[in-house]
């Protein structure tokens, strides 16, 4: 049984090995979100022809019958299917090693591609061969802008108020308040819509697994930006993202993979002296926000949220932040 499994995989991955280049590689990764998904990849068939594109769709165990619908509504779609939830990183470099685009396109299931706003990130990064990554700007359902660009994290942006920052210092913390007529350079961008010049990839290498989720993009861009490329944020190219919908479901698990997602940055990029200063700070903050939430929770609903998410988090650190607690943590146990 074993045996011939591994050869069917073997005769899979030889037939894909031997496709021809095309202009993109679309790589999306889904768990249970299979109304998104569905729009999500009409709106690549929508928007990105004429060029010549692949669509690999990394299912992460779903149980919503995401690739029975995939197979019927889209049955061109490239599937690889995981036996159990393997994060972001790990299911994203399953596809780039089978990717045969000149360009990988990562794309959220959660993001709605707008008329020519991959051609324009394309024929951008076409003309500039030294950018290695290339996003666009996100927006909000009703035409808002989100926050599409994103500094390198130090003790600054993660201690201070990222709002005030911008405001403050917008060319250093450049954000949606500010206006861009032209594509510009950046240290990171949001990662619901990259597109990665796939000769970088070969020469600096795939996402680090070590993040299972968040934090892996901004990575990404950090070693590219180390390895001599350049990363850029093109305000022409529109996307459209759901903003959040896939980590609401399991809100507490999330912040608590996002909080081991900062700290595993900053002990891979920082000495242990940032990370001690960052842990501190940040718990402090955590007990001030505490207080001011359990002020307000008997009159809003939104601080009881906070509060309980917050307290989790608190006593997570009490524990001495246990690596078996977040979204890692129930996908291996469910």
Same mark, same amino acid.
């Given at each position: 049984m074993w045996f011939r499994r591994r050869s069917a995989l073997r005769r899979k991955l030889n037939k894909h090995k031997s496709q021809p280049l095309k202009d993109l590689s679309i790589i999306i990764v889904n768990r249970n979100t299979k109304e998104l998904l569905l729009?999500?990849?009409? +709106?690549?068939? /929508? %928007? @990105?022809?004429? #060029?010549? &594109?692949?669509? !690999?769709?990394v299912d992460n165990a779903s149980s919503d019958g995401s690739v029975v619908a995939l197979r019927r509504a889209f049955p061109d779609v490239g599937i690889l299917s995981n036996e159990r939830n393997l994060g972001f990183a790990k299911a994203n470099n399953l596809a780039i090693r089978q990717a045969h685009g000149r360009? $990988? /396109? #990562? #794309?959220?299931t959660d993001a709605v591609l707008t008329p020519s706003s991959i051609a324009t990130i394309i024929d951008f990064m076409d003309r500039n061969p030294k950018v290695a990554i290339c996003g666009g *700007? !996100? #927006?909000? /359902?009703d035409g808002t802008? *989100?926050?599409s660009i994103a500094n390198i994290p130090t003790l600054a942006t993660e201690l201070l108020n990222k709002s005030l920052l911008r405001r403050l210092f917008p060319r250093r913390y450049p954000g949606k308040e500010s206006q &861009?007529?032209?594509p @510009?350079? $950046?240290? +990171?961008?949001i990662g619901a819509c990259m597109v990665v010049a796939k000769k970088a990839i070969d020469m600096v290498g795939r996402l680090d697994e070590s993040y299972f989720f968040f934090f892996e993009e901004t990575d990404w861009c950090m070693l590219m930006k180390k390895n001599g490329w350049s990363v850029f944020f093109h305000p022409q190219a529109n996307i459209f993202h759901l903003q959040g919908r896939t980590a609401k479901k399991n809100i507490v698990a999330a912040r608590i993979e996002y909080w081991k997602s900062r700290y %595993? &940055? &900053?002990k891979k990029h920082y000495s242990p002296a940032h990370l001690v200063l960052l842990g501190a700070g940040l718990v402090a903050k955590l007990c001030f926000s505490l207080i001011l939430q359990f002020v307000a929770s008997p009159v809003s609903h939104n601080a009881r949220t906070r509060l309980k998410v917050n307290s989790m988090l608190l006593f997570w650190h009490l524990l001495g932040c246990p690596a078996e607690w977040g979204l890692e943590?129930? /996908?291996t146990h469910g």
């Open positions: 729009d999500c990849i009409g +709106s690549v068939y /929508a %928007t @990105v022809p004429p #060029l010549s &594109f692949e669509i !690999l769709l360009y $990988v /396109a #990562l #794309l959220n *700007q !996100l #927006l909000n /359902a802008m *989100q926050n &861009f007529d032209h @510009v350079e $950046v240290e +990171s961008i %595993t &940055f &900053f943590s129930r /996908a």
